[in-house]
């Protein structure tokens, strides 16, 4: 079946550091690909999606490219802020709706 | 108001117990979910449906049944609370079935049963 594996956390880093978060799928097909976000104390929230290959899906300053060849949606952010700090999911789409979630990755970002 | 709404936010329940988690939405959607999340595990479905006469299992099922009360309302119960219950539990809905749509999420509830 499908499934999702993405690095475990957490991942800590100072303010204004790069960050990767790294995600891969197993899925057959062409699966839609997505980060959620949740903050401490809240429900996940859609950060950005790809339908389709070499699709880059962006917001916040986040951004992920699906990857077909490699079978990769990794999360990069470019400069990184304490209100980050929150746990991420990579999740797919391959069935109609239905989503299959990676276990999560804590980012933890210090002043 | 949240587009998904979830009571409790927060229950302590025994062992034994019957309880009811709450699910609203106001977004219109067909499709409804309910997922529990554990430390370290992600989250996993417990059940879903996609209309109001549909009601299907997920991956973790057991102990737990539904009810779709209307289209806006998905309730989640335990029929006899257990200590491994004690976890997080979200709603979701979706518009489905397009791939792409994504689900929103209620806020959580916390339950803990001793």
């Known amino acids: 079946g499908d499934s999702v594996t993405q690095m475990e956390g957490p991942v800590t880093l100072s303010e204004e550091a790069f960050l990767t978060i790294n995600c891969t799928y197993t899925?057959?097909?062409?699966?839609?690909l997505f980060w959620y976000v949740q903050y401490p104390g809240e429900g996940l929230q859609l950060l950005l999606k790809?339908?389709?290959?070499?699709d880059k899906g962006s917001n916040k300053g986040f951004e992920a490219t699906y990857r077909k060849e490699t079978t990769s949606f990794h999360l990069e952010k470019g400069s990184v802020q304490v209100s980050d700090s929150a746990v991420y999911f990579c999740a797919l789409d391959n069935a109609g709706n239905m989503l299959t979630f990676g276990g999560g990755t804590r980012l933890m970002v210090k002043p | 108001d949240a587009d998904v709404t979830q009571t409790p936010r927060n229950r302590i329940t025994k062992t034994g117990k019957r309880i009811m988690l709450e699910c609203s939405q106001t977004?219109?959607?067909?499709?409804m979910y309910w997922y529990r999340q554990d430390p370290g595990l992600g989250l996993r479905l417990i059940y879903y449906s996609f209309d109001v006469k549909d009601i299907n299992k997920g991956e973790i099922s057991d102990g737990y049944s539904v009810s779709r009360q209307a289209q806006a309302k998905f309730s989640l119960s335990l029929e006899s609370a257990i200590p491994n219950q004690t976890a997080l539990y979200f709603c979701a809905t979706s518009e489905g079935p397009h791939r792409a749509s994504g689900y929103t999420f209620g806020s959580g509830t916390r339950l803990t049963v001793v």
């Open positions: 899925a057959t097909g062409y699966p839609s």
């Open positions: 790809a339908t389709k290959a070499d």
């Open positions: 977004k219109g959607h067909d499709r």
